[in-house]
């Protein structure tokens, strides 16, 4: 069965700190992964596919890296309203997402 | 600009059908896949399916026997139909637009309808 890992489960950080996520599959997806941000109340927001190319109007303090099985997005220096639910998404089989990463305020 | 809508019934009874429709704007339905996800605390995400403008279909082998989505070009929409629910199908459920062009990704979201099965 394949699956999408996340880590970590929260991450805890300041405004202006960087933020590191990761995203591993179970299986090799080459480059066939995206990022979403979610807030709450609000659908999933595109923000990276093809593991590394921003989607339109992403600010550059975002970026996507990685292929084959681990991947990471990193937000350079964090924004307030960068405080959000983050998951990733494979598209190599089928589609799958991953279960998020809590950004929170520390 | 591109928008989707979400409309259905937002209580369904346990064993009957839940049916959606997601009326799309401002972007003609060609060249797309026109998709639905579903999220829930326990399970996140999950893809339930896609129709081309086409025509054709493909799901989820999680729910493939008991979905069936459709889409009518002429009226902008597409629909979702998804037999003998169970209380495992509460969820909010997304209209959403997936483009493969040069890259591929879920580009446009509706805002989400919540569906609760319950007597």
């Known amino acids: 069965e394949f699956v999408l890992t996340q880590s970590p489960a929260t991450l805890s950080l300041s405004p202006g700190e960087r933020a590191i996520l990761s995203c591993r599959a179970s299986?090799?997806?080459?480059?066939?992964l995206a990022w979403f941000q979610q807030k709450p109340g609000q659908p999933p927001r595109l923000l990276i596919y093809?593991?590394?190319i921003r989607a339109t109007d992403v600010p550059a303090r975002f970026s996507g890296s990685g292929s084959g099985t681990d991947f990471t997005l990193t937000i350079s220096s964090l924004e307030p309203e960068d405080f959000a639910v983050y998951y990733c998404?494979?598209?190599?089989?089928?589609?799958?997402f991953g279960p998020g990463t809590r950004v929170e305020i520390k | 600009q591109v928008q989707l809508q979400e409309s259905g019934p937002g209580l369904v009874k346990p064993s009957e059908t839940l049916s959606l429709t997601c009326t799309v704007s401002?972007?003609?339905?060609?060249?797309?896949?026109w998709t639905w996800i579903r999220q829930t605390p326990g399970k996140g995400l999950e893809w339930i399916g896609y129709v081309y403008y086409s025509g054709y279909t493909m799901y989820n082998p999680s729910v493939k026997s008991r979905v069936t989505i459709s889409i009518d070009t002429s009226k902008s929409q597409f629909s979702l139909r998804l037999t003998s629910v169970t209380t495992e199908d509460t969820a909010v459920y997304y209209c959403?637009?997936?483009?493969?062009?040069?890259?591929?990704?879920?580009?446009?979201w509706g805002r989400g309808t919540l569906v609760t099965v319950s007597s």
């Open positions: 959403v637009r997936y483009v493969v062009d040069v890259l591929a990704g879920f580009d446009f």
């Open positions: 401002g972007v003609s339905m060609n060249d797309y896949y």
């Open positions: 998404q494979q598209r190599r089989y089928l589609f799958t």
């Open positions: 093809e593991a590394s």
């Open positions: 299986q090799s997806i080459d480059s066939y």
